[in-house]
């Protein structure tokens, strides 16, 4: 309850066993590789049972993310006076020179 188990990585794996002895079959193989999305975990009644819902998302969930030439300055500004994209039409256009002096302009 106090731990914020989002984003946690999960991994789900799949083992046979043999019904008479119960011994492993073959090594287990993983069928879902993921992580923790959202967990709901309410409180029982005294002597009640408990029981905890997890929510998991797999690598699949990054391709649902917009991209970025959806995310411009002008829906960026609609949250107060959020200017953090105000360059990303000119980004690429303009020379940078890293450690290097700047060339001469003719």
């Given at each position: 309850?106090?731990?914020?188990a989002?984003?946690?990585?999960?991994?789900?794996?799949?083992a046979?066993?043999?019904?008479a002895?119960?011994?492993?079959?073959?090594?287990?193989?993983?069928?879902?590789?993921?992580?923790?999305?959202?967990?709901?975990l309410?409180?029982?009644?005294?002597?009640?049972?408990?029981?905890?819902?997890?929510?998991?998302?797999?690598?699949?969930?990054?391709?649902?993310?917009?991209?970025?030439?959806?995310?411009s300055?002008?829906?960026?500004?609609?949250?107060?006076?959020?200017?953090?994209?105000?360059?990303?039409?000119?980004?690429?256009?303009?020379?940078?020179?890293?450690?290097?002096?700047?060339?001469?302009?003719?």
């Amino acid at each position: 309850r106090g731990y914020d188990a989002r984003l946690a990585p999960v991994e789900i794996h799949r083992a046979f066993f043999a019904p008479a002895s119960g011994e492993l079959i073959e090594a287990p193989h993983r069928v879902f590789k993921g992580w923790i999305d959202a967990i709901s975990l309410p409180t029982p009644e005294v002597g009640g049972q408990g029981a905890v819902e997890v929510t998991l998302a797999s690598s699949a969930r990054a391709l649902t993310r917009p991209l970025a030439l959806k995310k411009s300055d002008e829906s960026q500004r609609r949250r107060s006076d959020d200017r953090l994209r105000r360059y990303t039409d000119i980004s690429g256009s303009v020379d940078v020179y890293w450690g290097e002096a700047k060339a001469a302009r003719k």
